[in-house]
């Protein structure tokens, strides 16, 4: 099995996580950033880069939270967030736009 196939196999354990946690609960948005961090890179280590991309920061936490149970290992230390904005999550900021 490829790295890439292992990662899209964890990839939908996560969604799988995401869909059967209950509405309003931090594994339903963290189960789905874990999952598109893990099905858009090749190796655990790329998709625990990828969550640094992720705001806010208890989902993101909880993000990578959910990938080291499904890869293995304690959570490593995430990059931080500075995308040079603040106070929003949209795309036209995070882009550059003016907010």
């Not at 946690?21 to 339903?28: F, K, L, T, V």
């Amino acid at each position: 099995m490829t790295t890439a196939t292992s990662n899209n196999a964890l990839a939908a354990l996560a969604r799988d996580l995401a869909d059967r946690a209950p509405r309003g609960s931090i594994d339903r948005p963290a189960g789905l950033c874990a999952a598109v961090c893990l099905g858009s890179t090749r190796t655990a280590a790329a998709a625990r880069e990828a969550l640094g991309d992720i705001g806010p920061a208890d989902v993101r936490t909880r993000a990578a939270q959910i990938l080291a149970e499904l890869v293995g290992g304690p959570p490593a230390d995430l990059p931080s967030m500075d995308t040079g904005f603040r106070g929003s999550s949209s795309m036209e900021t995070h882009r550059g736009a003016a907010p």
